[in-house]
């Protein structure tokens, strides 16, 4: 790349004047969006033009004419926007570090970018790692971007697009339902190749989600708290060339139950950081069998019927005590056996154990049979509790379960544990 040509055309340029758009209104000059707006320089009419032909003369510089790779979605940035942002760089530093950074850039063999994932129900007031690839961090604490700006600043993003044509798709500003996302999981990542044109079918980046939804699981095993996902998507980093022109690709918020928030305490951070390390080491399989319980037992906190909520904590134990069970075995009373020998530490917790867990059966088949429960439900000792707190109790009891075989390391041999062994 001809470094020198393109500086003294940046330094002819700046020496001409470079000019920013009239801010729009109403749009805080910190917002992404007003940023973005004031990225579009111009500068004389034919020293533009003259630093596109420049430009279009470098073969290095061909990729941002090409499908530029930012992880889930690939945007063709061109040389005019190119310039743009050379102009804007030399106008917030000098020619020389705009054309040092383009070049740092194409030194490199893939662009680098953070994979994230937006979550509600939870809220955190500084960032803390939950391994050595994974943070869990304030939703403001995030880079920059137009995803973001769309989250945190639904109205003012909403109100942009409307004022504008930035050949922005509207899908960055959906009707959301529930809360907005308060806390994010986030990893750096590569994207590469770096661009690429429209016969390219090969992979684009290696992404984690099953790491970082895994860690949205997690979340539910502390507070207790109600996480949900939120958005997923993926961005370069902020001094990549011309990132302020490229979005992001998220999805929409699985909003059929609701949300609700849990904002965490310094033991509750400790906690989860010991609880993921923890979940990360055990094998695929283990894993593999826990995710359906714990988002279950998430969505039984989030159910608002009683008997959803039994429904879904049935579903969440039956799958921890009953998954490797025949058809032809006693379902209820292993269900009671299982939990009541693998939780009691000793003869009257495990009888006591027997008939919750005889009282959850109940609930959650007469929930599936007919769709509604007692609201009030008798105890062995006659004790008469209101149908929301004995389903909380459950969840609590399934959450020590969860924890348990996360800290033993796997599933209990049932049989050895049911004869004592």
Known sequence: MNKEKIISCLEEAKEAGIFRPEPLKNFPPESYVARAIQCSVKTNKDIQEKLKEILQAEPELDIFNLSFNSGFSSWIIGTENLAMWLLNKSLENSPEEAVDKLEEYLNLSATPGYEILAITGIEIETSFKLSNELSLIPIHDLPNSMTKESMVKPSIFKTFLTAVSFGISMHFAPEFVGFYPNAAIITKTEFSPKAFDENYNGPKFKSIAHELFDACRILSLVGPCSPVPFAHWTQVED??????????????????????SNKFKNEDISRVQEIYQKFSKLNQETKDRLRVPIERLNQSRRRQVPADMALDLGIALESLLLDNISHNDSISLLFRLRGAWFLGRDKIEREDLMNIFNKIYDCRSKAAHSGKIPFTIFLKTGEAINIDVFLRQGTKLCTEMILKIIDNGDFPDWKKLIIGF
């Open 239 to 260: 001094w990549v060339p011309c990132s302020i022109f490229l979005g992001g690709s998220f999805g929409r918020q699985a909003n059929d139950i609701n949300s609700f």
